[in-house]
């Protein structure tokens, strides 16, 4: 005769009914004989289409919520063991793991120890998977860096950062557009295909109490460094041309839509490279916009103003002025909308304005 005893619960997670013989002899052999579903020892029919990491910062730790999407091939679950697991997952030096997520403890989940991550034994039947976990690092008054590892071949990584005032640096993740989550802006950053294994660099710094983005000092850094470089070298110019002949207003303007031109080339490289956030790119790429077209204005006012009263055709205002008969004088970029051009181009590609310094500017 036998009775029940207890529930279990079996590798594909249903439940079994434990049974025991009533009136057991000492000595005496019960034996109960089970049947497992079918499995596939086989870790290369799991693949990591996607991972989604939210991260937080406030003044004293960084929260990590993870969420790693799991594909297994269409068949019978896949499973390991704990000497050969389908999955390690670790977290970077310093951090607490927090836990798993209720779906991701039926996934097998076997502590590693130490706290350097945990193990996916499985099984883990076909189809999609969410396998999520958090963690915490303690920060400190100049921010956080983390280096993350994944589990296996992470085709699309996204890292989400709650936007609290945050300037971020990465080798590995490229920016993305933010974007608004409920009451809450997340800056956004994306990588592909990330080996197994490889590092992840992310640094969070805080932004100062000056209120102003490290991005945007930076941007307002290039400005500042390409006016000093024109004053200082302004007087050497003056000095030299003292010498041979004097500078003329058209000689002056020139001079500075060049710095201007060298600060919107400068500026345009540190957004491409990531060093600034495109609102504060935007902005300051409007202000040396404008800027560069009062000059062009100016200079093409100066221009006329020398033809009128007749400069000598040796001297360099008129050698300017007949140079700018013959071709644009607008630098790299048109004095209506402020795309680059080329020098030969008599509209401009991207407004259709007249670059035709004689003409008048569309914008």
Same mark, same amino acid.
Request: overall charge negative.
């Given at each position: 005769k036998l009775i029940a005893s207890s529930d279990l619960r079996s590798d594909a997670d249903q439940p079994l009914k434990a049974w025991a013989r009533a009136g057991l002899a000492a000595g005496e052999v019960f034996q109960i004989d089970l049947t497992l579903p079918e499995s596939r020892l086989d870790p290369t029919l799991l693949s990591i289409p996607r991972g989604d990491i939210w991260l937080e910062l406030d003044d004293t730790r960084m929260t990590a919520t993870i969420d790693i999407q799991i594909e297994v091939e269409p068949g019978a679950p896949?499973? =390991? !063991?704990?000497?050969?697991?389908?999955? /390690?997952?670790?977290? %970077? !030096?310093?951090? !607490?793991?927090?836990?798993?997520? %209720?779906?991701?403890?039926?996934?097998?989940?076997?502590?590693?120890?130490? =706290?350097?991550?945990? $193990?996916?034994?499985?099984?883990?039947? %076909?189809?999609?998977?969410?396998?999520? &976990?958090? &963690?915490?690092?303690?920060?400190?008054?100049? =921010?956080?860096?983390?280096?993350?590892?994944?589990? =296996? $071949?992470?085709?699309? +990584? $996204?890292?989400?950062?709650?936007?609290?005032? +945050?300037?971020?640096?990465?080798?590995?993740? /490229?920016?993305r557009r933010p974007f608004r989550s409920g009451t809450r802006n997340y800056l956004h950053r994306e990588a592909f295909n990330i080996d197994p294994d490889e590092i992840v660099d992310l640094s969070l710094v805080p932004i100062g109490a000056t209120g102003l983005p490290q991005s945007a000092s930076i941007g307002l850094a290039i400005v500042a460094a390409a006016a000093g470089a024109f004053f200082l070298v302004a007087p050497l110019r003056s000095a030299s041309r003292d010498k041979a002949a004097p500078e003329s207003p058209l000689d002056r303007i020139q001079a500075e839509l060049e710095m201007i031109y060298t600060a919107i080339r400068d500026l345009d490289h540190d957004f491409e490279t990531a060093k600034l956030e495109e609102s504060d790119y935007a902005q300051m790429r409007e202000e040396l916009r404008a800027e560069a077209i009062e000059l062009l204005r100016s200079e093409r006012e100066a221009t006329a103003r020398a033809g009128q009263e007749g400069e000598p055709s040796d001297s360099p205002s008129a050698a300017s002025s007949a140079t700018s008969e013959s071709q644009p004088q607008i630098g790299a970029y048109c004095p209506s909308c402020g795309e680059a051009v080329t020098a030969s181009w008599r509209f401009c590609s991207h407004c259709g304005g007249d670059l035709n310094p004689s003409g008048e500017a569309s914008g």
């Open positions: 896949v499973a =390991g !063991t704990p000497d050969a697991p389908l999955l /390690h997952v670790s977290i %970077p !030096t310093g951090a !607490t793991l927090q836990g798993v997520a %209720p779906e991701a403890e039926a996934l097998g989940v076997i502590p590693t120890g130490a =706290g350097v991550g945990f $193990n996916i034994v499985g099984p883990i039947g %076909p189809g999609t998977t969410s396998l999520g &976990y958090s &963690y915490v690092m303690p920060a400190r008054p100049e =921010g956080v860096a983390l280096d993350m590892r994944f589990p =296996g $071949n992470v085709e699309t +990584l $996204n890292v989400l950062i709650a936007d609290t005032g +945050l300037a971020l640096e990465s080798s590995r993740l /490229h920016r």
